[in-house]
């Protein structure tokens, strides 16, 4: 059996957001936790690790959120930014539809039952 190559990447901040996103998600994604916050060392790694990847970021619309997303847009330019309504706050907050729908905008195939 193949070992299928994941070409698209997600960067969530927390353990709750990565597994709502994996319950959302139909196609095959590795999807990144920060916990929060990520060093220069950490990120040189990760810049270096998804080199050719379709690279999405969605972080929560929170202060440490923007600051994360604004670093990521600092050293990681060629990533996507996707963005959850202000209103949830927190991705891990978020209706799955909403997330679906936010998901599905970026081309990333999403279960049905969320749409």
């Given at each position: 059996m193949a070992t299928v190559q994941?070409?698209?990447?997600?960067i969530v901040e927390g353990r709750s957001d990565k597994k709502k996103l994996e319950s959302?998600?139909?196609e095959p994604v590795e999807i990144i936790c920060t916990n929060g916050t990520i060093s220069y060392a950490?990120?040189?790694e990760l810049?270096?690790?998804?080199y050719n990847k379709e690279v999405?970021?969605?972080v929560d619309s929170d202060e440490a959120g923007e600051k994360l997303?604004?670093?990521f847009?600092?050293?990681f330019p060629e990533a996507e930014h996707l963005y959850i309504d202000r209103m949830y706050?927190?991705?891990a907050a978020a209706p799955k539809q909403h997330i679906a729908a936010v998901l599905l905008s970026a081309n990333i195939d999403v279960h049905t039952e969320y749409l």
């Open positions: 994941v070409e698209k990447v997600i959302i998600i139909k950490k990120l040189d810049i270096d690790e998804l999405f970021i969605l997303r604004k670093q847009m600092r050293e706050r927190e991705v």
